[in-house]
């Protein structure tokens, strides 16, 4: 065990898996960055430095950078994760997804249904998402919602080093698959990583505070700020349980529920878009399963229905922060 | 690989199965028997046997939602396919999938497809398989004059020569994205624009199956030795309309008729044999009556196949959930 950050924990997945088996690739625009050029061949390691090191070790043939062409690389990854390989596709932004989503949505979540369970499809596409870097419109967006619309996609987003070695670890061995989302703000958070590998479940939330006057619900970063706003309530005397979900698909219905029977509150926070995204699905959730354990209407925290903004004043209103989620959680325990 | 008597009885065969196949199809259509979209091959057999004759189970081929020829002519199973397009329990997809998602792992049959060009991208993964794991296997995109303009397919050329992929693009060309003729359809010339991503490539009769087996055993070769991907440009024709259903009023009036008169590839092939001496007329009419008996009872067991279970709706979605 030591400590290390969210970058260096999914290098560290990476390389202890690939290590593991011969049959795991990468493939993705940068990985390595500078290829078949004259200058450095490993110069990026990808945009965020992720995967720095890896074509050093594991060479050119396990590790693909590919021209900037995502239709064709990551039905490349589909096509090779139904062959036999385990690919692990990376998709700088995940607002690229409107480039190559046919291959994800039509082809990699549907050949195990669509062929009768005649296929497997160890598949994964690690990308970013998250507002906050002034990055605007097209390099910000958090749609996993979007990809947890679609059946067959597994849909995880770490909020921790820990979570992130540990969930990327599972996603590499799981024969579905997995859109692996990784908050652009995230990368340099520091935290206790074990050396060795180990998995982390898909569909377990995390219970990160407890507390027995209101549940908050979040998923990645936002999970963070949620245990941060629970720990400013406590001192006013508001007791929270914080439940990192970690997966959207699957998600711990078990947990979200069991905890609003006994909180009798709900506050869901989330960064997705909040029309038929996430926030709302817990909240239908609970309205379909929980609803007579509730003593006040469930809160929601999401950004405005609106695209992410560049100004920077504007991208702080959008992106949901603490004092939104200890307004909420007020507003919520007041009756 | 030189065609001795057997490979010819065997292409022969392929051929004639694909025809039965789907004449048999289109007229069970008609009559409501068999449910969804279906997009029928007849016309088109001699490319998928010309290629597919070249290949082995462990070489992948992606198809489109005119997947039913190449199916049969990598090898997936008459009685399978035939339950599959019946929606039975014992189809290949276990009634999943249907006409248009026939697919078969172990056959190398990595699926017909619903989406336009989307089997380009996934018949490269096929072929990276094979460069990652060292084997002399190839990969080969079965796709329409349509397909060409689908940027799947413009990346993926791109994309396979750049990764000197063992792949080959085999663009059946039947002169009709759907109702759009393809003469209208292809900016510029199709092997320049191959040529232009650096893709050897050559214009093939599609109605000849000597001309395509032939073309396809010098390419497999080269791309079997790790040559890098390269295209070929198959001219055929399709006589049943996109979907079962289009009465293709886009052609001209007799255009079909006169190519079914003229350049039907199994006509070409009984002339080409029995001329030479290959092959006697009597061997090829007992093949076309052994052919006709294995449809009859595929259809047989097809109908009587049992349906999926209701709780087959909820399985096969994920490995483990």
């Known amino acids: 065990m030591s400590v290390k950050s969210f970058r260096e924990a999914l290098n560290e997945s990476l390389r202890q898996e690939m290590r593991r088996d011969p049959t795991i690739i990468m493939i993705g625009e940068d990985i390595a960055g500078g290829i078949g050029g004259a200058g450095e061949e490993d110069a990026w390691g990808g945009v965020m430095g992720v995967t720095k090191g890896l074509l050093g070790e594991f060479g050119a043939n396990r590790v693909f950078d590919t021209p900037i062409s995502e239709m064709s690389y990551i039905g490349a990854a589909v096509g090779a994760a139904a062959t036999g390989l385990r690919p692990v596709a990376d998709l700088m932004f995940c607002d690229f997804i409107g480039c190559c989503l046919d291959q994800v949505m039509n082809q990699a979540a549907k050949f195990r249904y669509m062929f009768g369970g005649e296929a497997e499809m160890p598949l994964v596409i690690r990308t970013q998402c998250g507002a906050g870097f002034n990055a605007s419109a097209q390099h910000s967006q958090t749609l996993h919602a979007l990809f947890t619309h679609i059946p067959g996609l597994k849909v995880v987003m770490p909020a921790t080093p820990y979570d992130a070695k540990g969930l990327l670890t599972h996603a590499i061995r799981d024969n579905d698959p997995v859109i692996f989302l990784e908050n652009k703000l995230m990368y340099d958070d520091k935290g206790e990583v074990p050396d060795e590998p180990y998995t982390i479940d898909f569909g377990e939330a995390n219970f990160t505070r407890d507390g027995a006057d209101v549940t908050i619900c979040a998923l990645g970063r936002m999970a963070n700020l949620a245990a941060e706003a629970a720990d400013l309530l406590a001192g006013q005397g508001i007791q929270c349980t914080v439940i990192d979900l970690r997966t959207a698909s699957p998600l711990d219905e078990e947990s979200i529920c069991e905890s609003v029977e006994e909180t009798g509150r709900l506050v869901v926070v989330d960064e997705g878009n909040p029309r038929c995204g996430l926030a709302a699905d817990v909240a239908a959730l609970v309205a379909t399963k929980a609803l007579f354990a509730l003593e006040a209407p469930v809160k929601l925290v999401t950004p405005p229905h609106t695209p992410v903004p560049f100004a920077p004043n504007l991208e702080a209103l959008y992106v949901p922060d603490v004092a939104r989620i200890t307004a909420a959680v007020r507003d919520v325990v007041k009756d | ?321």
């Open chain 2, 1 to 321: 690989m030189q065609l001795n008597r057997q490979d010819l009885i065997e292409a022969y065969r392929r051929m004639r199965t694909i025809r039965e196949f789907e004449d048999r199809i289109h007229l069970l259509n008609e009559k409501g028997e068999v449910p969804g979209f279906i997009h029928l091959s007849a016309g088109q057999e001699a490319s998928a046997a010309g290629i597919c004759m070249h290949l082995r189970d462990a070489d992948y081929i992606a198809s489109t939602h005119r997947g039913h020829g190449h199916s049969l002519a990598k090898g997936c199973d008459v009685t399978g396919m035939m339950d599959e397009i019946f929606a039975k329990s014992t189809g290949l997809c276990k009634g999943k999938g249907g006409s248009m998602h026939i697919a078969d792992l172990t056959k190398g049959m990595l699926g017909a497809n619903g989406i336009v060009g989307a089997g380009i991208p996934l018949t490269a993964g096929a072929a990276l398989t094979a460069k990652v794991l060292g084997t002399d296997n190839v990969a080969v995109a079965f796709f329409g004059d349509g397909a060409f303009n689908e940027g799947a397919t413009l990346e993926t050329m791109n994309l396979a020569k750049v990764m000197n992929l063992p792949m080959i693009f085999a663009l059946e060309d039947n002169g009709y994205g759907e109702a759009t003729p393809a003469s209208w359809a292809i900016g510029g010339d199709v092997l320049e624009r191959a040529k232009g991503f650096g893709l050897p490539a050559q214009r093939v009769d599609g109605h000849d199956f000597f001309a395509v087996y032939e073309a396809m055993r010098g390419v497999v070769e080269q791309v079997r030795a790790g040559t890098g991907p390269q295209l070929l440009h198959i001219k055929l024709y399709r006589y049943y309309g996109h979907f079962e259903g289009d009465a293709a009023t886009y052609r001209p009036n007799g255009e079909a008729k006169k190519v079914r008169e003229e350049k039907d590839c199994l006509m070409l092939f009984r002339e080409k044999v029995t001329t030479a001496g290959l092959l006697e007329k009597a061997q090829l009419d007992a093949l076309d009556s052994d052919v006709v008996t294995l449809i009859d009872q595929a259809i047989e067991h097809a109908v009587a196949a049992p349906k999926p279970e209701p709780g087959d709706l909820l399985t096969n979605v994920y490995s483990s959930f």
